[in-house]
């Protein structure tokens, strides 16, 4: 056979669209409406003019650099932008309940390209083929591909009524099956979040010796972070990502935070394929971003201000709409469907997502843009609505 048997079981992502044909606005795949930091660019074009050999040598394979900024940031933080408080000097708290009561150490950091990257790591290292691990049915659509090319079991659990996860089941399935659990917090793509505690009452309830995920790629936009839960479970795994809150989708940076044992663990898979995941220039964008949080707290709380605006017009105009702690928003009309939503606001120049997935199919999912992209959004409803 010329193809392997490998590859029948993949089953490969799709994006959402970047068509060629036209400008559109962009608010189909959850990336930030704002450039990076002015400090990125700088950064950036510093190390292109001073030290332009260095692109000519293989980078730091460590990113000691990087994990010593992201780690920084964090206890900075908090790990959710759109929670801290700023001062006039730009300095940044985070909320009280938000402080982690330990300090997040650069041992404690795994970086990749993208976090999609460090997801496939994660699942290698963690999943095992003979045992499946247990995910919600609707929730980041890239966990069933990785499933798919590692071979992996899974165990997808409904989401209940209201369209939260079903922690009760994923939780009985999971002592069942004992390969491990993973979700995202706030999940995609509807929205919702579960609360710090609500997790930690999860992990209490979780076998010890099973790994247990949290995909944080959208908690800067008002979840609460888990981080904080590592002090007290040794079987956490936190990934979180540069391409939403940090306004770097094109830069390819995600990273996890967990133990300095599992860290080791997913370094040792990543050496195993490819030494050199993050590329010189990612690394001094991703440390300049990380030095400069006041420029995304400001970033994120603009997308929440402009999230919970339009979720109020969509509750006007008589949409169901599900609360949203992200930079998205999930929505459905009582009688237009899903497909002419995303059509009719195409036709607007405006690019939405639409998922054909049975039992999502009604909705559609927006990504929050800036205030003038918002304003147009609106009138391209608007104008749909009143067909
Ligand atoms: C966007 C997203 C990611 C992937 O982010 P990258 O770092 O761009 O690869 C991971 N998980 C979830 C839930 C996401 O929505």
New binding site residues.
């Given amino acids: 056979m010329l193809i392997s048997s490998r590859v029948k079981n993949l089953h490969p992502y799709v994006p959402g669209e970047q068509p060629k044909d036209r400008v559109y606005v962009k608010l189909n795949a ?1 990336e930030n409406p704002y450039p990076p930091s002015p400090a990125v660019t700088r950064a950036l074009t510093d190390f292109i003019n001073k030290s332009p050999e260095k692109l000519g040598l293989y980078p730091d394979p460590d990113s000691l650099q990087l994990h010593a900024a992201i780690a920084d940031m964090l206890n900075k933080t908090g790990g959710v932008l759109s929670r801290c408080s700023l001062a006039a000097d730009g300095s940044v708290t985070p909320a009280e309940e938000d402080k982690i009561p330990f300090t997040v150490t650069p041992d404690m950091i795994y970086s990749g390209n ?4 460090v ?1 496939s790591f994660v699942f290698y290292a963690f999943f095992d083929s003979g045992k499946s691990f247990v995910m919600p049915e609707f ?2 659509s ?1 966990y069933p591909v990785y499933a798919g090319f590692y071979n992996i079991p899974m165990d997808t659990i409904p989401l209940k009524e209201d369209w939260s996860l079903d922690v009760d089941s994923m939780l009985s399935h999971a002592e069942k099956n004992k390969g491990g659990i993973i979700f ?1 917090n706030p999940n ?1 793509p509807t929205g919702l979040a579960l609360t710090r505690e609500q997790v930690r009452q999860m992990l209490l309830k979780a076998d010890k010796d099973e790994i247990f995920i949290v ?1 944080e ?2 908690v800067d936009f008002g979840g609460e972070s888990c981080i904080p839960l590592l002090k007290e479970f040794n079987n956490l795994v936190i ?1 979180r ?4 809150s940090l306004c770097g ?1 094109g830069q ?3 990273y996890i935070v967990s133990s300095p044992e599992l860290v080791n663990i997913v370094t040792t898979v990543k050496n195993s394929v490819n030494h050199f995941p993050i590329d010189a220039l990612a690394q001094v964008s991703g440390t300049a971003a990380c030095n400069d949080p006041a420029y995304y707290v400001d970033c994120a709380k603009k997308v929440c201000m402009a999230r919970d605006s339009f979720y109020n017009f969509l509750k006007d105009s008589g949409f169901y709409v599900l609360k949203s702690q992200t930079n998205f928003i999930f929505a459905k009309h009582p009688s237009i469907s899903g497909q002419d939503l995303y059509k009719g606001i195409k036709n607007e120049g405006i690019l939405i997502r639409h998922f054909n997935t049975p039992g999502i199919e009604d909705f559609v999912r927006i990504t929050v843009g800036t205030e003038e992209q918002m304003d147009m959004l609106k009138k391209a409803f608007e104008k749909i609505i009143r067909k």
Avoid at 114 to 117: A, I, L
Avoid at 241 to 244: G, H
Wanted: proline share 0%; hydrophobic share 40%.
């Fill in positions: 959850n993208g976090s999609d990257e997801l929730t980041y890239f995202a995609a995909d790629a959208y990934v990502t540069f391409s939403k989708a390819r940076l995600g």
